[in-house]
């Protein structure tokens, strides 16, 4: 039997998915550790540069997503190839640095399980099709830009708008919508929070969310089509403003710390990707 055949097996496919999700979660570990620092060095590179003052990033070397190689922040103990298994390193080593014995963030194996149940849902709901593969990188890219922006209150413009042009790309051939659809989509998510931004402001004077979060709705549009809009964010308010009275009335959050809106967004659009047919058939007239 072909390797494509075998792999196409319903029973097989997701399985690879799986193991393939899990690879993938450590790299987003990865994007979502350095991707902000890589932007913190940008902006302070640009700042001196506008200040005539020499870049330090020569002095402090090369850093991206590949360089310099994974190492413990506490004691810089170089990462070995076979402690970065994915979720098996972790629980080998219990959490821990092999060499100093630091802590290692559970969120690590989090994000790996995270991303390879995405991949093995998509293989298993799409099968081996474009649908699936368009659902991985929405998927993925949703996980990642979640944490990030759960960490730093950024949504990287590094994955939101290639994410964006992804949705229109796969939608040229209708994978999930028309194109014309695609684009009001992209259109109509942008403008949307816009107008909540700026009605906000101008009604309080304050900022209520990011630019970060028209871009991603914007995404989300792309890849879904418009009609989804509404879903998306009403999942995202009603979770958003369910999580952020938790917080602050058990975990003493403190009403003038901002909440990120991102992560919420994000989770509806997954929703919206996966199961946003049956809820609005099922639900929304229930509701409505």
Not at 14 to 42: D, Q, T, Y
Not at 203 to 208: D, I, L, P, Q, S
């Amino acid at each position: 039997m072909a390797v494509t055949s075998w792999l196409a097996q319903p029973a097989v496919l997701p399985w690879v998915a799986l193991g393939l999700g899990l690879c993938v979660g450590s790299f987003l570990n990865v994007v979502i550790h350095r991707l902000p620092k890589m932007m913190e060095r940008e902006w302070r590179e640009q700042c001196a540069e506008l200040a005539g003052a020499p870049a330090a990033s020569a002095a402090q070397g090369r850093y991206n997503l590949f360089v310099p190689a994974s190492a413990c922040p506490a004691c810089g103990r170089p990462v070995r190839a076979q402690e970065n298994i994915p979720v098996l390193s972790w629980l080998f080593l219990r959490g821990k640095c092999a060499g100093c014995a630091a802590r290692i963030s559970a969120r690590y194996p989090v994000v790996e399980i995270a991303a390879g149940v995405i991949a093995a849902y998509a293989a298993w709901r799409f099968g081996p099709s474009a649908a699936a593969a368009g659902a991985l990188l929405f998927g993925w890219s949703m996980l990642a830009l979640a944490v990030i922006d759960l960490d730093t209150q950024l949504l990287p413009d590094d994955i939101t708008l290639p994410l964006l042009w992804a949705g229109l790309l796969f939608n040229l051939e209708r994978v999930f919508v028309p194109l014309p659809t695609a684009v009001i989509g992209a259109v109509a998510g942008y403008l949307a929070l816009w107008l909540v931004y700026w009605a906000f402001k101008l009604a309080t004077g304050k900022e209520g969310m990011g630019y970060g979060d028209f871009k991603l709705l914007a995404a989300i549009g792309a890849w879904l089509g418009w009609q989804k809009l509404p879903l998306v964010i009403l999942l995202s308010s009603v979770v958003g403003a369910a999580v952020g009275v938790a917080l602050i009335v058990f975990a003493r959050h403190g009403r003038e710390k901002p909440i990120p809106f991102g992560p919420y967004l994000a989770a509806a659009g997954f929703i919206a990707l996966f199961w946003g047919d049956h809820i609005t058939r099922r639900w929304l007239p229930i509701l409505g």
